[in-house]
């Protein structure tokens, strides 16, 4: 009796969070980030992986995007804006929760740009868990294309 009732709950937990998923966020996410290395060129860091430090899962099917979150500070009378794009995402390996936040530094003086991201001139991303309180520190930039 016992492991149906165990069976029975595992399956409606799936289901339940499942729903919870916005897997189309991917097509938002860059794939990779890049930290420069000096003369020796830069490392290309996967973004599909779990920056929980007690984690560290790679299996990029495990990860699920739940939400997206932007914020947007202008600064320098206008001429620039810091903008900060959070995506929530959970791992099925550890089965919690983290963020990776791009934050965008975006040139607003490029007034002949029409897309947002020709604006942007830096771009970094780093690491928190799931209410940004613990920070696990910088990936690397992204490269615009
Ligand atoms: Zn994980």
Known sequence: MLKFYKIYIEIKGKTMSKSNYNEELWEEIPRFAYMALGRRGREQISLRECFIPSCNSV???KLHPINKEKE???VANGDA???KLKFLIHCDVCKQNFKLIFERHLNNKLKNSESEEKKIVLERVFATNADE???FG???FIQQN
Do not use: T
Request: no cysteine; aromatic share 0%.
């Open 59 to 61: 299996d990029e099917d």
């Open 81 to 83: 804006e810091l903008q």
């Open 138 to 140: 910088e990936i690397g």
């Open 133 to 135: 309180k613990e920070n």
């Open 72 to 74: 947007s500070k202008i």
